[in-house]
Nanobody, 117 residues
Framework: QVQLVESGGGWVQPGGSLTLSCAAS????????MGWYRQGSGKPRDLVAA???????RYADSAKGRFTISRDNAKNIMYLQMNNLKPEDTGVYYC???????????WGQGTQVTVSS
């Protein structure tokens, strides 16, 4: 069982920055991949960025060059540094993790990001 808690969301003007955090907890957890997903109003939940335990990362085209994903494996915390935010980045950001052994996925409760002037 893995519990994921996101933080760092909020309101920001276009061009601003935010850093999201996701803290994972549980007994003897070994997380292979962690990712951030965004769900805008009335839209599907889409991948923004993901990172493996070894540090390999991938980004949605809309995030490339503006967002940076990172993780601290010792603390089981993942971050998403978001720069030059745009109104289309608005949505609920969810943290997702997959265990190394089973591949089972877990989700956090989400944190709202609003980009508007």
């Amino acid at each position: 069982q893995v519990q994921l808690v996101e933080s760092g969301g909020g309101w920001v003007q276009p061009g601003g920055s935010l850093t999201l955090s996701c803290a994972a907890s549980g007994n003897n957890i070994d997380i292979y991949v962690m990712g951030w997903y965004r769900q805008g109003s009335g839209k599907p939940r889409d991948l923004v960025a993901a990172i493996t335990k070894g540090g390999s990362s991938r980004y949605a085209d809309s995030a490339k060059g503006r967002f940076t994903i990172s993780r601290d494996n010792a603390k089981n915390i993942m971050y998403l540094q978001m720069n030059n935010l745009k109104p289309e980045d608005t949505g609920v950001y969810y943290c997702e993790s997959e265990l190394m052994t089973s591949g089972r996925a877990y989700w956090g409760q989400g944190t709202q990001v609003t980009v508007s002037s």
